[in-house]
């Protein structure tokens, strides 16, 4: 949803842009040419960015989970993971006065997830618990839950 808005806008400026640079303003042909090149390159990637935020989840598959941030992806394989756990939420060191789901690995690190209580996209209040249920449903059937 909020990702849709990003392209829109994005197509907008772009659109505008292109316009205003071809049909308003007389610039000369070299320099109007560069001009719209650099308002692709900017398109390009406002919709990368876009695209990147269209796909920041927790992805559950039979081999283990990835977890899609903006900036990276981990992957953690089912026989790495000890439990799923919650803790506070951090974005860049500070913590967002919220819970998150946390993955333990077995290797004693605690891998943050994109799934927040209280979060805006998770309406109401059992969303964030049948997430963190069905991480342990999925960590149970793997055949890999520690019992530590």
Known sequence: MVTGFFVVIGVAV??????????????????????????????????AVAWRLYSVGVYVGPAGIRIKNVH????????????????????????????????????????????IDQAPLLPGGHAFQEAIDSLNRAHAHSGTTSSA
């Open 72 to 115: 990276k992806t981990t992957t953690l394989r089912w026989s790495a993971v000890k439990q799923i756990t919650v803790g506070p939420a951090t974005f860049m060191g500070l913590h967002l006065g919220a819970q998150a789901i946390l993955i333990a690995t077995i290797d004693g690190r605690h891998v943050p997830t994109t799934l």
């Open 14 to 47: 772009v659109a505008l842009t292109s316009g205003m640079m071809m049909d308003m303003v007389p610039i000369p042909s070299a320099e109007q040419d560069a001009n719209v090149v650099g308002v692709w390159v900017f398109t390009v990637a406002w919709l």
